[in-house]
């Protein structure tokens, strides 16, 4: 454990200091990860039907395969994009790599009209209508059936610029786009805002999912979630599905989405094995 005092103090300063840089070197070298195509690369996992066992969707989640540094997971730079403010190009050049793939995935015949593509974006969007300006277009060029676009925002988006963020999502809906809130649960959990914001998914955060099958709290809640989403007229997906007892507990409880590793992890477009994932049995 690091001394106290005088030098422990120092020595804090001097990591805080070496922290500091570290940041300030991650973020120009994201900067510059930004400006070529190899070095974020959207990953792509499997949403199952849970009755049928078939694929419903995807999420995309990013990986930076950083030339000198290896794998970096977003957890580790998430949050410098988001103080930097670069997610937002980030999340625009995945929206962007993910809609043309998803058009190559039905020019070649691989995907039915049903299958969705659930893109995670952050609330750093909320705070301005410039989201609209580029996203409407790109949904224009790629032609892409309405209704396969699902944006997975959190609550916090929600808090900060509600009337705003009414007014862009209202947008984006009448646009065909889906919105999804992601994490449900962990927030807030103001539950006007599902009314006030016209969501079509409700995604249940892994910490309900984990002890569903066994611990009668976390099944009440995911009971409660699935009875809340049916009176609205909402999907509901599960997060996090790791075991068949999970599997097996969710299916009793009606949630019909299923999303984890149970199925499939992340994977990039071109690991997609598509044989198994057109029959998943669960
Ligand atoms: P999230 O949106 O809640 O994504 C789910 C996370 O759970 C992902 O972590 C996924 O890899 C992981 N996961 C999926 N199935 C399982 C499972 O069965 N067990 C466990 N333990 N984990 C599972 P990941 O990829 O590390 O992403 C972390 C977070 O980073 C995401 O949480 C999301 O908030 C954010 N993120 C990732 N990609 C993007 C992006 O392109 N844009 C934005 N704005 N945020 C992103
Ligand atoms: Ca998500
Ligand atoms: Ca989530
Ligand atoms: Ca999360």
Known sequence: SKQ??????????QELRRDQADQLALEAELRHALTNDYELVPYYQAIVDSQTGRLAGFETLVRWHHPQRGMIPPSVFMPMAEESGLILKLDRYMIERACAQLAAWYAEGQLSNEVCLHINL????????????????????????????????????????PDLAISVMKQLKEEGVCLALDDFGTGYSALSYLHRFQ????????????????????????RAILALAAALGLEVVAEGVETPAQVQALRELGCTRLQGYYFARPVPAASLEWERLNGIVP
């Open 199 to 222: 969501f079509d998914v409700l995604k249940i955060d892994q910490s309900f999912v984990r002890e569903v099958h066994c611990q009668e709290e976390s099944a009440a809640i995911v």
């Open 122 to 161: 952050s609330s750093t969007h909320f705070h301005d209508r410039t989201l609209l300006d580029w996203l409407l277009p790109l949904l224009r060029q790629y032609g892409l059936p309405a209704g396969t676009l699902h944006l997975e925002v959190t609550e916090s988006a929600l808090i900060d610029v």
């Open 4 to 13: 106290r005092g005088r030098h422990g103090y120092t020595l804090f300063n």
